[in-house]
């Protein structure tokens, strides 16, 4: 397992719930928590990844999800079990949909 956390400057989400959970860990797969966070304008996050090596390749997909939506003011947590960009975008909308009631 592999460890990552980054943090990223974002909009501030409006939160409708004081969390959200989605997703589920399995293979080609992965579950994303997000809940509040300590600063207004900045976005935590922090990833399990069974895929070492591809830190570069997570944080550059995040950035691009943080750069679009307002996920300010929130900490994420992801375990992952080797998902692909493609289904991290989806699961991230997935939760900060309903994280904010679909507010975004």
Known sequence: ME??????????????????????VGSGNMEILIRPGDEADACTVSIKTSARGFGKI????IADFASRHPVGGTRIAIN????????VTLRLAQALGDYTGGAQ
Do not use: I, K, Q, S
Request: hydrophobic share 55%; proline share 9%; charged share 15%.
């Open 3 to 24: 460890n990552l956390e980054f943090r990223f400057t974002a909009h501030p989400a409006r939160p409708a719930a004081g969390a959200a959970l989605c997703g589920v």
């Open 80 to 87: 992952d079990m080797g998902a692909t960009p493609a289904v």
């Open 58 to 61: 997570w944080e550059a997909v």
